[in-house]
């Protein structure tokens, strides 16, 4: 259960939200029936406009919550109950085909490791304009422009050269914005960015939280950033969402969570992180 | 991304040189290949003859030539329907699995049990001559290395994030597999393609040779070479030796590039 049912229920009730999980469990079954509960009512909101952080450490259920929200999980997923309402439609009650209308199209989602989550025997531009014209009856040359643009957007540089270049021909910085650029180009209205600046030099990394930031400001693009890091929280995210053991642990605005951590999981995490002296 | 070694270019030479000819010969031949008396009977190569002739006084340079677009095409037919079909079913049995996937591997399984050649001569010696036959019984031979082979690469690719990330663009499971996982899995089956290309023409020759295949009296290499064998006794060697050659540069050199490919596959991998 989450332990911070007041600021969820707050936000809840407000009409700014995006997307709101609630009482979500599940679990796996093993090969042999065995079932794993990894997931324990977990209950969160994302108000529009904004960039929560879901954290927590590996294997607290980060990822398979947000797979649930894109409806991704491996068959041997097994929901117990719980909702997962994305502008007011529950998404665990649509059928396959609807789904696939919401994914990359409304909802999209960046890997850590843009490298493999690019498909290597095409070129940038292909995989960008693949996708527009997938959501979008528009014609190759029109979903090419579309896929300059949204290079441009990324700020990538050189966009006409990066459209021909193969993902193994990018630096990682590059791959990533080239990955962030194939989820904007039908312009969602969420993003899910898990683990998007691990593993990329510090530099590289706090240009692509620049982007991400900015393109909050800018064009209000609702983010849910998954993170084990509470440096670059406390840099980028309005909101933060804390989970350990498949449970949510606290929610609230970001400087509450810095600076007057409630629960003792959210004390270590900070404690932990190189912000320490933000929370004391 | 291509190999870059000396014996993928020499092959590749080869082989389209033998495509030139096969095209060539569709259109143009010195003397009819069927026609008889253009010359000496037995004559020894001549600038006339270059290849020489035989018993009835056929050119032999005329009706090798002729042979080109016959063994060429039909290699090329087998192993194009081979690479499509076994590339398409071991795709789909790999990355659906389940009762398919089962059913498919222990057929295929009872299709390798036969020894391949004499498999093939019996299909053809019941089915009856005909390049459509040969061409369907050749294919179904190799098919079992295609099918496992695609069913391989998709089943160790299709839990790669791009594969997942294809999914969550919204695309639909046979969207990712066909759009996103085949064109990863297309180099080894190539290269797999172009080796088993060698094996097909030799195994056309061979067909040829005991006068299974394709109907009596067109011209073909196998069945050259078998009509030239009494005459080697006796010295004429050029009626047997020649389409020989064909069936030999033919094979070797698909090995020899399907050879360059796989090393350029594993040294890619590694």
Aim: aromatic share 8%.
């Amino acid at each position: 259960m989450s332990s911070d049912p007041p600021l969820a229920a707050e936000q809840a009730t407000s009409t700014d939200v995006l997307l709101e999980i609630a009482d979500y469990s599940g679990g796996f079954t093993s090969q042999t029936g065995v079932f794993t509960h990894v997931l324990n009512g977990v209950a969160f909101s994302v108000a529009r406009s904004t960039i929560t952080a879901l954290v927590g450490e590996t294997g607290s259920g980060k990822t398979v919550t947000a797979l649930s929200i894109l409806g991704l999980l491996p068959r041997t997923f097994r929901r117990i109950s719980g909702s997962i309402l994305f502008e007011g439609r529950d998404l665990l009650k649509l059928d396959d085909e609807e789904l696939r209308a919401v994914r990359g199209s409304q909802i999209c989602m960046v890997f850590q490791d843009a490298r493999t989550a690019l498909n290597p025997v095409f070129t940038i531009g292909t995989q960008i304009s693949d996708v527009s014209r997938l959501h979008q009856r528009v014609s190759k040359k029109q979903a090419r422009n579309t896929a300059v643009e949204v290079l441009d957007r990324v700020r990538i540089p050189d966009p006409r050269r990066c459209m021909r270049q193969y993902p193994h021909e990018l630096s990682g910085g590059m791959a990533q914005r080239a990955q962030l650029a194939m989820a904007l180009v039908c312009r969602p209205r969420l993003l899910i960015l898990d683990e998007p600046t691990t593993g990329l030099d510090v530099t590289i990394q706090a240009d692509i939280l620049e982007l991400i930031v900015d393109l909050n400001r800018n064009e209000g693009m609702t983010t849910l950033f998954i993170t084990h890091d509470l440096g670059i929280v406390a840099e980028t995210c309005d909101a933060v969402v804390v989970m350990q053991y498949g449970e949510v642990r606290e929610t609230g605005t970001c400087e509450q969570i810095i600076t007057s951590p409630r629960n003792a999981y959210t004390q270590m995490l900070i404690a932990a992180s190189r912000f320490q002296g933000v929370s004391e | 991304m291509l190999p870059r070694s000396l014996t993928f270019f020499l092959a590749l030479a080869v082989i389209c040189m033998l495509g030139i000819a096969a095209i060539l010969s569709a259109f143009w031949t010195p003397h009819p290949p069927t026609a008889l008396e253009t010359g000496p009977p037995f004559a020894s190569p001549t600038w006339a003859h270059p290849f020489g002739t035989d018993a009835v006084g056929a050119d032999i340079f005329s009706r090798t030539l002729s042979a080109t677009h016959v063994d060429v095409g039909i290699t090329i037919a087998v192993v194009g329907l081979a690479l499509l079909v076994g590339t398409i079913w071991g795709s789909i049995i790999g990355f659906y699995g389940g009762w398919a996937d089962a059913v498919s591997l222990r057929l295929l399984q009872v299709l390798q049990s036969f020894p391949a050649l004499l498999l093939a001569m019996l299909v053809i010696f019941a089915l009856g001559n005909g390049i459509r036959n040969v061409i369907l019984v050749v294919a179904v031979i190799p098919l079992p290395d295609y099918v496992r082979l695609s069913r391989a690469e998709i089943r160790s690719k299709k839990t790669w994030q791009f594969a997942e990330a294809a999914r969550l663009t919204g695309r639909r499971p046979i969207g990712v597999l066909f759009r996103h996982l085949v064109p990863n899995s297309m180099r080894p089956l190539v290269a797999n393609a172009s080796i088993n290309a060698s094996w097909v023409a030799a195994t056309v020759g061979a067909l040829g040779f005991v006068g299974l295949g394709i109907e009596p009296g067109s011209v073909e290499w196998g069945s050259m070479v078998a009509g030239g064998q009494a005459a080697v006794g006796s010295g004429g060697w050029w009626i047997s030796f020649f389409p020989g050659l064909g069936i030999f540069f033919l094979s070797a050199a698909f090995h020899l590039l399907g050879d360059a490919l796989t090393d350029a596959d594993i040294s890619r991998r590694s």
